[in-house]
Nanobody, 127 residues
Framework: QVQVVESGGGLVQAGGSLRLSCAAS????????MGWFRQAPGKEREFVAA????????VYADSVKGRFTISNNNAKNTVYLYMNSLKPEDTAVYYC????????????????????WGLGTQVTVSS
């Protein structure tokens, strides 16, 4: 089982940038897919981006394509989410999550597919 801890949230003006970090621990981290999700007040948790730890392939939600970038640092067992051109609608609690590779299909990036979750970090974008 992989454990994850997020950091890096905060308050930023619209158009600004933030970097979120997710530190992962566990002996089999390289066999996992790491994902970022977010949940705004009164809304369901939604997928933001994911990266395959071993191959580095990435997937993004349409709402963040071209603005957010997910990357990983193997030496530090850390995944980053670089968020640029932030909008007020990006305001949410952002969660890092992990699941084993090998999950396929349309539900593979749904929250239920991910087994390890952090406590979340708040991102607030002011207009």
């Amino acid at each position: 089982q992989v454990q994850v801890v997020e950091s890096g949230g905060g308050l930023v003006q619209a158009g600004g940038s933030l970097r979120l970090s997710c530190a992962a621990s566990g002996r089999t981290v390289s066999s996992y897919v790491m994902g970022w999700f977010r949940q705004a007040p009164g809304k369901e948790r939604e997928f933001v981006a994911a990266i395959s730890w071993s191959g580095g392939s990435t997937v993004y939600a349409d709402s963040v394509k071209g603005r957010f970038t997910i990357s990983n640092n193997n030496a530090k067992n850390t995944v980053y989410l670089y968020m640029n051109s932030l909008k007020p609608e990006d305001t949410a609690v952002y969660y890092c999550a992990a699941r084993r590779t090998g999950v396929s299909g349309s539900d593979s990036y749904m929250p239920a597919a991910f087994s390890s979750w952090g406590l979340g970090t708040q991102v607030t974008v002011s207009s």
